[in-house]
């Protein structure tokens, strides 16, 4: 009797227990469901922009990939390490290059282009929409059909950009000294990033800003395009960008108070805009 009795007690309770644990690993496995749902792993195709290489995007790379996401960053050609003929480069140098990165990835991507690299970034997707999931310009050039970076930076009368650049001998290289490097691109730098732009600051093909850019492709329309402002730009005013986000339709718009390269002087607000676009 005892036995019996012992075991009608102890049954409930086991049964408890095993509805306790198949609770808790329901719970945890829904935890994880709804934090990858709301966090799912994307792909950053970061580009950069004239007189600049990767270092560029160094900050926001390492931030972006802390949060769980791949990121690739291109080195233009001329840029960097990259010693590629500046006579023999061109913008579709620079797109096919981007192209080339984008489908080594696995799946769409999220292509972000600051500056120069707005403009690439535009050829672009016009060429492999299917592949470019989101569009975000930093800061960027957008050209429409048939316009250069040339063209729209004639549309710029108080920029620092144009005032700032010397030429080569032979006319294929335009040139930043570094006494004004920082106060075009970045002003609003702490020292340690003002040493990083002139540490690399390097001659610009110079080709490639006359060269047009030309839209072919119905599907580009279709792409979700994003532009981040910055307030205080130097090197493409505020007041351009305004003029190419309103040209070019683009209805997602934010905006940093920084001057032109804010993914070097606030990485962290850079990389929150970019998570909050990529969801």
């Known amino acids: 009797m005892k036995t019996h009795l012992g075991m009608r ?26 934090n990858d749902d709301q966090h799912p792993s994307k792909t950053f195709v970061l580009v950069h922009g004239a007189f600049q290489a990767p270092y560029a995007w160094q900050f926001v790379k390492t ?18 390490q990259d010693q590629t003929n500046p006579k023999k480069i061109t913008i579709n140098t620079y797109r096919d290059k981007v192209i080339t990165a984008i489908n080594a990835a696995n799946g769409p991507v999220v292509l972000v282009g600051h500056s120069l690299g707005g403009a ?15 569009l975000v310009y930093l800061a960027g050039f957008v050209p429409a059909n048939n316009q250069s970076i040339l063209e729209l930076t004639t549309m710029d009368p108080n920029s620092l950009f144009g005032p700032s650049l010397e030429f080569s001998a032979d006319g294929s290289l335009a040139i930043i000294s570094n006494d004004k ?8 730098a702490n020292d340690a990033v003002k040493k990083l732009l002139m540490d690399n600051n390097r001659p610009e093909p110079i080709a ?27 090197a493409i005013t505020i007041d351009l960008q305004k003029k190419m986000i309103a040209a070019a339709g683009i209805k997602n718009v934010y905006s940093i108070e920084s001057g032109h390269c804010p993914m070097l002087t606030q ?6 805009l970019l998570l909050q676009i990529a969801k």
């Open 63 to 80: 931030k972006l990939e802390a949060a769980g996401n791949n990121v690739v960053v291109v080195e233009l050609p001329g840029h960097g």
């Open 208 to 234: 490639p800003q006359a060269d047009k850019v030309f839209l072919k492709n119905p599907a580009f329309a279709g792409v979700p395009k994003y532009y981040i402002q910055t307030i205080q730009d130097h």
């Open 267 to 272: 990485a962290d607000k850079v990389s929150e």
């Open 181 to 188: 490097i920082v106060p075009v691109f970045a002003q609003d």
């Open 120 to 134: 690439i970034i535009t050829a672009v997707t016009d060429s492999i929409p299917n592949k470019v999931e989101r």
């Open 9 to 34: 007690i102890a049954r409930p309770f086991v049964y408890l227990g095993l509805l306790a644990i198949v609770a808790l690993f329901t719970f945890s496995s829904c935890s994880k469901d709804d």
